[in-house]
């Protein structure tokens, strides 16, 4: 398994960050690799998010696991190759929180995808984080 993990810390409260990921129609306000992204459902386990990069093909994400306020799991399947993003805010002092985006790929394709996917993982960290900031 490829895995890569990527940590801000922060004055914003989980609440304010939780805001922030499950706003998804506005994701692309700070996600700059994004034309636009769509939700099924609500905010949960088990809903479907549609993220569409700009010049690319759509990409179909499950919400594997949601925790209010705290953390959620999307999964893309890419044929044998499963992607997971483990998005987590840690209490890491009175006025400040750690927020964490871990991807961990399964399959064939991890070691040669994973790196490319997650390269731009600290500018779309920062992205909800300076949004809830400000």
């Known amino acids: 398994m490829w895995s890569t993990e990527h940590t801000l810390e922060t004055t ?7 805001r922030a ?15 636009r992204a769509d939700l099924a459902g609500p ?4 809903s479907r998010i549609t993220m569409t990069p700009h010049g690319d093909e759509p990409i179909e994400l499950l919400i594997a ?46 070691e040669r995808i994973g790196p490319a996917i997650s390269g731009d993982f600290p500018e779309v960290l920062a992205g909800p984080v300076a949004r809830v900031e400000s």
Request: aromatic share 10%; proline share 7%.
């Open 12 to 18: 914003a409260t989980r609440e304010q960050v939780w």
């Open 21 to 35: 990921w499950s706003d998804v129609p506005r994701w692309p306000e700070w996600n700059p690799d994004l034309e």
């Open 43 to 46: 905010f949960a386990a088990g």
């Open 65 to 110: 696991d949601a925790l209010e306020p705290d953390l959620f799991v999307d999964e893309a399947r890419l044929g044998e190759t499963v992607v997971r993003t483990i998005h987590r805010v840690e209490t890491v002092g009175a006025d400040r929180r750690r927020v964490v985006y871990r991807m961990e790929i399964a399959g064939p394709e991890g």
